[in-house]
C-alpha cells in the first residue's frame, strides 16, 4: 500500500471512507491507464505474475499458516476454503496463464454500418472502469478475479476475507511486482490490507470511484451489497435449480440427468434441488432414481405421490421447494405436465439453472422460452452451468440477476459497449 | 386501476407502499403473460392503441385542457413540455406504429456452438420483466415508453408528472383498451394515477416486482432515484458534449461540424457545451467560428487564447468547463494536442457524447479508444447521437452509465439474454 494509505490506516481512529477515498483515486488513476494497454502487455503481465507465485510459494504457504494458526476456531469447511497447499498455488498460476491465453475483447468493434445520413455508425467494447470484489475465505479469489479485470483492462479493488488477510497479502505482492515488470501501473489491482469492516460499508458508498460490484460469498453479504451499494452489482443469489422429468422423456436420458445433477457435486449453486417428475411417466423413472439415490445416501423429501413410492421417502414441507441445500439431500414432487413444472419453477426457483428432460420438440421450445433462468437447459445436467463449460474461459461469478450479465460471468460481462461514429464531416440538417 | 387499487387509493391515510405493492403484483403476472406474446399480438396491440389514441383526441385534448388550467402558474417551457396538440396526439400515434414496425428483439438466439462435452451453449434475448419509467411533464412519454415496453415483451410502470395527471389517465385509457382488444393483459402498462409524492419513494423500493428503473427528467430525481433505488437504474445524467478540432483538421469540416454541433438545437443533451481547439489550428478555424456563432447570437467563454480573438468572447472561469448550458453559450479552450483534449474531457465531460474532428488516422484512432463517452464520433456533429440517427427505431433514454446499455438505448436496452444449453442426455464427468 502506498504512502498516503499507510499514513490513513495507521491513524489513531481510523477513518475508512477518507482509507477508500485514497484506494478510489489510486484505482481510477490506474483504469486509465489499464484501458489503454495493450493486449501484449497485459498478457505478458498475467505471466510474470504467474511466475510471481510460483516463485513465492514458501512465503504464500507461510503466510497461509500464520492465518491458519488464528483461525483455528472454525469449522472445518471454512479452514478447507481458506487452506492453501502447493496444488491449489499451482493452480492459481495455472489460471492466470489460461486467461492470458483468452482472446482480448476490449477494442473489439462490432455492427459498423452506414445510415440514410452517411455516417457511420458501430459499437467498440470497452473497460467498465473500476471492479470492486467482495469475497470471503478462498485466498485464490484474489488472483482469479485480479488476473480477469486485468484482462478486460479494468482496475480491480478486492477484499478478501479479514481471516485470510496474511495470505490475500502475500498474494498481493506477487500481483503488484507483476505489473510493475510489465510496466503497468501496481494500483491496477490493490487488495485492501485491512480488517476494519467499516471498509465494506466505506466501499459501497463510492460510486464516483468504483463502476460495478462484484460480491462473493455468504448470503447476508449479497443482500447487505444489493441493498446499500449506490453503484450496479453483479450478484449471484441462491441456486435453487430444477430438474423437470416431462412425459415424453427417454427414461435412461432422465435417469443420467437427475442423478448428475444431483450427486456429482452436493456443495455447487448449478447442484439440482428440486426433481419434477410428470405423472405420467413417475412409475418408469422414480423408483429407479430413488434406488439410486438412496445407494449414495441422499436423503429425499417427496410430495404425497412421490412419498409413497418408497419407505425412505420423508414427506416434504413447503419451505423444501424454497431450499438450496447444498447436501446430499432432495425434493421431489410429481406435477402434472410442463404448464405445472414452469408454474413451480416460477413460484419456488431463484433463476439460476433448470432442465427440462423430454424428446418432444414442442414441449422443449416452450421450457427454454418460458423458464426465465441464467441458464435453460434441454437433456443435459444443471452441473454444466459453468464459466469453462460455456467457453468463457473463467467467471467472475454466476449472475442470478437480469441485468446486465446473466449466469456465468465471464471477460465480457466486465466490459461494455460504447457508440462509435464516423463520419466526414457530417451535420444534421 | 382495479378495485383492489381504488380501495388502497381511497383509505384515508393513503398507504403508498401498500398501493405500489399492489400495482407490482399485478405488473409481475402481466409480465409472464408479456414475456410468452407472440410478436403478431404484440404489433396488434401497437396499432390499436395507436387507432385509440388517434380517436381519443377530443377526450384526451380535454384533459390535458384541464392539466394546462391547473399548472398556470408555470413558466411557459414546463407548460410547452405538458401541452398536447392535434400534431403532437398524431406523432404520438405515429410513434406507435413505428415501433410495431420494428423487429421483435424477443426469442433471438446466439451463438449455439458445440462445447467440448458435446452440449451446444448459446444465448436468447429475453425480456427484463417489469419496466419502471419516472417521467416529468411531456405526457407524450407516457405512449413512447408504453410502445417500447410493450414491444420487448416487458411489463410497465408508468410515473409521469403530477402535473400531467388528467393527460396520463386520458392516454393511459387507449393502452389499456388496445391491450384488451389485443388480448394481452390490461395491466401489461399501469399508469399511476396519485399524485403523492411518497409513491416514488416506495416504487424505489420493490427489487422483487420492478427489475429496472428509468428515471426521466431533472438532475435532482435522477440523482434520488440512483441513490435510493434498490433496483437497476438506467440513468441520464448531464450532456457536458465536446469538440475537439484536431490541428489536422479539415478546416471546413471543423467549422461545418463545431456550428452544428452548437447551433443546430440548443436544448438537447447532445449539443456541444465546450469547444477544444488545438493550438496549431487556431487562426485557421477560431476566428471564422467566433463569426459565426456570435451571427447567431451564441454568446462566448474563452480561456485567456480564445478571448483575445475576439472583444465578445469573455473569459471563462473554471466552473464553465463543468456546465451543461443547454442554452445559446459556448465555452471554448485552446489545447496542445489529442492528449490535453482527452484529458479535459475526462476531467470535465460527463460521459455522453464527444468529437473529433480531424484527417490524422492515428490521431482519430486514439480518440476512439482513449474517449470513455457513450458515443465518440470522428467528423460527425454531436447531435447524431440519437436512437432514431443510430437506426435503433426509438429510444427509451440516453444512458451516461456504463453498465448494461450506454448511449441511446432501445428495444435491445430493454432484454438481456439467458444462456441455453442443449444436450442428449449429456452430465458431466
Known amino acids: 500500500m502506498s504512502g498516503q494509505v499507510d499514513k490513513v490506516n495507521r491513524a489513531k481512529n481510523f477513518d475508512s471512507s477518507a482509507y477508500i477515498d485514497v484506494i478510489g483515486k489510486q484505482a481510477r488513476a490506474a483504469a486509465v491507464e489499464m484501458a489503454r494497454s495493450s493486449t501484449r502487455v497485459k498478457n505478458a503481465a498475467l505471466n510474470l505474475i504467474a511466475c510471481n507465485i510460483e516463485r513465492a510459494e514458501p512465503a504464500i504457504l507461510a503466510a497461509n499458516g500464520k492465518d491458519l494458526a488464528a483461525a483455528d476456531k472454525f469449522e ?20 492466470l496463464r489460461e486467461v492470458a491465453e483468452l482472446p482480448d475483447p476490449v477494442g473489439e468493434t462490432t455492427g459498423l454500418r452506414y445510415r440514410p445520413s452517411g455516417i ?15 469475497y470471503e475465505s478462498r485466498p485464490n479469489v484474489t488472483a482469479d478475479a485480479a488476473a480477469l479485470c ?10 478478501g476475507g479479514s481471516e485470510a488477510l ?30 476494519d469492516r467499516a471498509v465494506v460499508g466505506a466501499l459501497l458508498k463510492v460510486p464516483q470511484w468504483v463502476d460495478v460490484l462484484v460480491p462473493r460469498g455468504g448470503k447476508g453479504l449479497i443482500e447487505r451489497v444489493s441493498r446499500d451499494a449506490q453503484m450496479p452489482v453483479i450478484k449471484h443469489l441462491d441456486g435453487v435449480c430444477h430438474v423437470y422429468i416431462d412425459a415424453a422423456a427417454d427414461p435412461n436420458k432422465a435417469f443420467d440427468v437427475a442423478l448428475n445433477s444431483k450427486t456429482q457435486r452436493y456443495g455447487t449453486c448449478n447442484t439440482m434441488e428440486t426433481l419434477l417428475v410428470a405423472r405420467p411417466i413417475v412409475e418408469l423413472v422414480l423408483p429407479r432414481l430413488i434406488e439410486a439415490y438412496r445407494r449414495l445416501d441422499v436423503e429425499l ?9 418408497h419407505p ?15 447436501a446430499p439431500i432432495l425434493a421431489i414432487r410429481v406435477v402434472n405436465d410442463v404448464e405445472q413444472a414452469i408454474k413451480h ?24 422460452a418460458e423458464v426465465d433462468s441464467s441458464s435453460v ?38 466490459t461494455s459497449q460504447k457508440w462509435i461514429v464516423v463520419g466526414d464531416g457530417h451535420v444534421r440538417d
Chains 1, 2 share one sequence.
Not at 78 to 95: N, Q, Y
Not at 168 to 194: F, H, M, T, W, Y
Not at 312 to 326: F, G, N, P, Q
Open 150 to 159: 486485468l484482462k478486460s483492462g479494468n482496475a480491480a479493488i478486492l477484499r
Open 377 to 414: 437447459m434441454v437433456n443435459a445436467s444443471t452441473r454444466f452451468a459453468d464459466g469453462y463449460e460455456y467457453g468463457l474461459g473463467a467467471e467472475i461469478g454466476i449472475s442470478t440477476d437480469k441485468f446486465h450479465a446473466r449466469g456465468p460471468v465471464g471477460l465480457l460481462g466486465l
Open 76 to 95: 472445518e469447511a471454512m479452514l478447507d476454503r481458506l487452506r492453501l497447499s502447493p496444488e491449489r498455488i499451482a493452480a492459481m498460476a495455472a489460471g
Open 312 to 326: 425412505d421417502v420423508m414427506l416434504a414441507s413447503e419451505k423444501d421447494w424454497y431450499e438450496e441445500y447444498l
Open 166 to 195: 496474511k495470505s490475500n497479502a502475500a498474494i498481493s505482492s506477487c500481483i503488484s511486482e507483476g505489473l510493475r515488470e510489465a510496466d503497468l501501473p501496481a494500483k491496477a489491482v490493490q487488495v485492501l490490507d485491512v480488517s
Open 301 to 309: 423429501r417427496g410430495c404425497t405421490v412421490a412419498k409413497k413410492l
Open 345 to 368: 419453477i416460477r413460484k419456488y426457483g431463484s433463476k439460476h439453472t433448470d432442465c427440462i428432460v423430454t424428446e418432444d420438440f414442442s414441449v422443449a421450445r416452450q421450457f427454454t
Open 120 to 134: 457511420q455508425v458501430g459499437q467498440m467494447r470497452v473497460p467498465i472502469g473500476v471492479v470492486g470484489i467482495i
